[in-house]
């Protein structure tokens, strides 16, 4: 089972661009589908964006597509999130989120402020 660490959140402006990163430790990081997920104040955590094990399947939430892009290196058990024209509904607490079979992991998560 892998431990994930999250980083690269902060405050930014409207229309501004963040890279959020996801650190893994642990076996089999390859064969994992990763997930972003966010939680704002008040409000349910929600999906973001996915990538398949092999990172040549992705999709998004609806709210972000065209906005963020998700990707992974294998070779470095990372899988990041790409953010930009953000806005302030934006803000929120981005967790990443790995998934094999009946094993996953979630991590600490990162914040994210995107000010007006």
Excluded: H
Excluded at 25 to 37: L, Q, T
Excluded at 91 to 107: E, F, M, N
């Amino acid at each position: 089972q892998v431990q994930l660490v999250e980083s690269g959140g902060g405050l930014v402006q409207a229309g501004g661009s963040l890279r959020l990163s996801c650190a893994a430790s642990g076996p089999s990081f390859s064969n994992y589908r990763m997930v972003w997920y966010r939680q704002a104040p008040g409000k349910e955590r929600e999906f973001v964006a996915a990538i398949n094990w092999s990172g040549d399947s992705t999709n998004y939430a609806d709210s972000v597509k065209g906005r963020f892009t998700i990707s992974r290196d294998n070779a470095k058990n990372t899988v990041d999130l790409q953010m930009n024209s953000l806005k302030p509904e934006d803000t929120a607490i981005y967790y990443c989120y790995a998934r094999r079979g009946l094993l996953d992991s979630w991590g600490q998560g990162t914040q994210v402020t995107v000010s007006s």
